[in-house]
């Protein structure tokens, strides 16, 4: 395989955003840039995202009047970086708005729809509100906090306690766990109709990386890992996760389903794959997934066509 194509970064993961993290200690300088022409605004409402009014296939990219026009005057927002001399902004409007889904769309939607810088915007901000509506107290007193240093941190508002909240980002592995030229499928039962992705689960507290891989795929399938490499990480913020990618070798093929966290396990081959895609009984996970990614790597390396391409010709959604 084209060495280009396999080094291409996960979606959500563009390196073109300057984050910034100097200019967040300097409230005046992100009050300026908030106000200014070259500010943008990314609304997100219980984790949707505000869409364009004349498109609402694409997400809005808001300049301050038009947040006036649109929501009214609403904060607190949070800065997300610098791209190409535009500011960008999380507009937090959980608290500001009643619960309603129209003019916001998810992220899965969204995400095909634009490049992958982007997307890594919409995933950036998503995350941001996601963590600013569960602080919105203090773990340790109780009492209100409020936003500081750009929106990067919560702040105690309670003299006597002072304690400084930090975004939360919680580590899980995924992994695609292979035994001769099968790999490993798990299927949940609240997914859609024949989805099947990777194991995946989340780290636990004193637990390394691989640790994990070798526990969730015991617990998981009765899989033992034999052997495991680092593949590639995304963000994934539903609501705040990291995904350490995995690809891994298994001991034994018999499967287990010790924990019932799946409803359903099976190895499958390439080949069998295909088959079961003709007659619609394995779709992958979507696309904008590291899961997806993990699979398609194993698959075209050693297979005639791509997964890709196997996708559109079984007029499986996976862009």
Same mark, same amino acid.
């Given at each position: 395989?084209?060495?280009?194509?396999?080094?291409?970064?996960? /979606?959500?993961?563009?390196?073109? !955003?300057?984050?910034?993290?100097?200019?967040?200690?300097?409230?005046?300088?992100?009050?300026?840039? =908030?106000?200014?022409?070259?500010?943008?605004?990314?609304?997100?409402?219980? %984790?949707?995202?505000?869409?364009?009014?004349?498109?609402?296939?694409?997400?809005?990219?808001?300049?301050?009047?038009?947040?006036?026009?649109?929501?009214?005057?609403?904060?607190?927002?949070?800065?997300?970086?610098?791209?190409?001399?535009?500011?960008?902004?999380?507009?937090?409007?959980?608290?500001?708005?009643?619960?309603?889904?129209?003019?916001?769309?998810?992220?899965? #939607?969204?995400?095909?729809?634009?490049?992958?810088?982007?997307?890594?915007? %919409?995933?950036?901000?998503?995350?941001?509100?996601?963590?600013?509506?569960?602080?919105?107290?203090?773990?340790?007193?109780?009492?209100?906090?409020?936003?500081?240093?750009?929106?990067?941190?919560?702040?105690?508002? $309670?003299?006597?306690?002072? $304690? *400084?909240?930090?975004?939360? *980002?919680?580590?899980?592995?995924?992994? /695609?766990?292979?035994? $001769?030229?099968?790999?490993?499928?798990?299927?949940?039962?609240?997914?859609?109709?024949?989805?099947?992705?990777?194991?995946?689960?989340?780290?636990?507290?004193?637990?390394?990386? $691989?640790?994990?891989?070798?526990?969730?795929?015991?617990? &998981?399938?009765?899989?033992?890992?034999?052997?495991?490499?680092?593949?590639?990480?995304?963000?994934?913020?539903?609501?705040?996760? %990291?995904?350490?990618?995995?690809? =891994?070798?298994?001991?034994?093929?018999?499967?287990? %389903?010790?924990?019932?966290?799946?409803?359903?396990?099976?190895?499958?081959?390439? &080949?069998?794959?295909?088959?079961?895609?003709?007659?619609?009984?394995?779709?992958?996970?979507?696309?904008?997934?590291?899961?997806?990614? !993990?699979?398609?790597?194993?698959?075209?390396?050693?297979?005639?066509? #791509?997964?890709?391409? !196997?996708?559109?010709?079984?007029?499986?959604?996976?862009?």
């Amino acid at each position: 395989m084209d060495h280009l194509q396999r080094s291409r970064l996960n /979606l959500l993961t563009s390196h073109m !955003l300057d984050r910034g993290a100097l200019l967040r200690l300097d409230p005046t300088v992100i009050a300026e840039r =908030a106000t200014g022409e070259r500010a943008r605004f990314i609304g997100i409402h219980h %984790l949707r995202i505000a869409v364009d009014e004349a498109n609402p296939q694409r997400p809005a990219w808001l300049t301050p009047q038009e947040v006036k026009d649109r929501f009214g005057k609403c904060e607190p927002s949070v800065y997300l970086g610098e791209e190409d001399n535009t500011s960008y902004f999380a507009l937090l409007l959980d608290h500001d708005l009643p619960k309603t889904t129209e003019g916001f769309a998810g992220l899965r #939607t969204l995400a095909r729809e634009v490049s992958n810088a982007q997307a890594t915007l %919409l995933s950036y901000a998503q995350a941001m509100a996601a963590w600013h509506h569960r602080y919105r107290f203090c773990s340790s007193c109780g009492s209100a906090t409020h936003i500081d240093q750009g929106g990067h941190i919560r702040l105690c508002g $309670e003299a006597r306690c002072g $304690e *400084t909240h930090y975004p939360r *980002t919680d580590p899980a592995i995924i992994v /695609l766990v292979q035994r $001769e030229d099968r790999a490993l499928f798990g299927r949940k039962p609240e997914w859609p109709s024949n989805r099947y992705s990777t194991i995946a689960g989340f780290v636990e507290p004193g637990e390394s990386a $691989e640790q994990a891989v070798v526990r969730e795929v015991a617990e &998981e399938t009765g899989i033992d890992v034999t052997a495991a490499r680092y593949h590639s990480s995304q963000p994934w913020p539903f609501p705040g996760s %990291l995904m350490l990618g995995y690809h =891994a070798e298994a001991g034994n093929d018999q499967i287990s %389903l010790n924990d019932h966290e799946l409803e359903d396990a099976l190895w499958l081959s390439r &080949e069998e794959i295909a088959v079961r895609m003709d007659q619609g009984l394995f779709v992958p996970p979507p696309s904008i997934s590291i899961s997806f990614r !993990l699979i398609e790597d194993w698959f075209d390396q050693d297979a005639s066509f #791509t997964l890709r391409a !196997l996708c559109q010709k079984s007029d499986v959604e996976a862009f």
